[in-house]
């Protein structure tokens, strides 16, 4: 905490002493923006994303040698080859439906049309026969 005392009272006087107005506010964005630099996105070329691919549907996980070594046969950045694993790995769970507690999508369908088309002996619905028992009662 003594290291920072100096540091903090540096800044609390360089912050009283500049006024709020627009430019200063502006500037102050700039400069701190500037610490914090981003990489410009990568583009990745269809030819590259199809090998890339393959490979995913052989092994979506691949480990650090692996994916040096598809980064130097394919010429990208060893992180942009290592992010594009981690995004294609989320692509996939959101495209995968989830598991309905164990039970199978074709159980969860059946299970769900039947209560939903539920006829009585009338030929109504389970709607209908709601709706009757909440307009008699």
Same mark, same amino acid.
């Given at each position: 905490?003594?290291?920072?005392?100096?540091?903090?009272a540096r800044w609390l006087e360089e912050a009283?002493?500049?006024?709020?107005?627009?430019?200063?506010?502006?500037?102050?964005?700039?400069?701190?923006?500037?610490?914090? $630099?981003? *990489?410009?996105? !990568?583009?990745?070329?269809?030819?590259?994303? /199809?090998?890339? =691919?393959?490979?995913?549907?052989?092994?979506?996980?691949?480990?650090?040698?692996?994916?040096?070594?598809?980064?130097?046969?394919?010429?990208?950045?060893?992180?942009?080859?290592?992010?594009?694993?981690?995004?294609?790995?989320? $692509?996939? *769970?959101?495209? !995968?439906?989830?598991?309905?507690?164990?039970? /199978?999508?074709? =159980?969860?369908?059946?299970?769900s049309h039947s209560n939903d088309q539920h006829?009585?002996?009338?030929?109504?619905?389970?709607?209908?026969?709601?709706?009757?028992?909440?307009?008699?009662?």
């Amino acid at each position: 905490m003594c290291k920072l005392r100096p540091l903090l009272a540096r800044w609390l006087e360089e912050a009283d002493s500049t006024n709020g107005s627009p430019a200063n506010i502006a500037l102050q964005e700039k400069l701190a923006a500037a610490g914090r $630099k981003r *990489k410009k996105r !990568t583009s990745i070329e269809i030819t590259i994303k /199809g090998a890339l =691919e393959n490979y995913f549907l052989k092994n979506p996980k691949p480990s650090a040698q692996e994916i040096s070594g598809l980064a130097h046969n394919l010429q990208l950045e060893k992180e942009v080859v290592r992010v594009w694993f981690c995004n294609r790995r989320q $692509k996939e *769970k959101r495209m !995968t439906p989830p598991n309905m507690n164990g039970m /199978g999508e074709m =159980e969860y369908q059946s299970a769900s049309h039947s209560n939903d088309q539920h006829n009585s002996d009338d030929g109504s619905s389970f709607s209908d026969d709601l709706f009757k028992c909440e307009s008699s009662g």
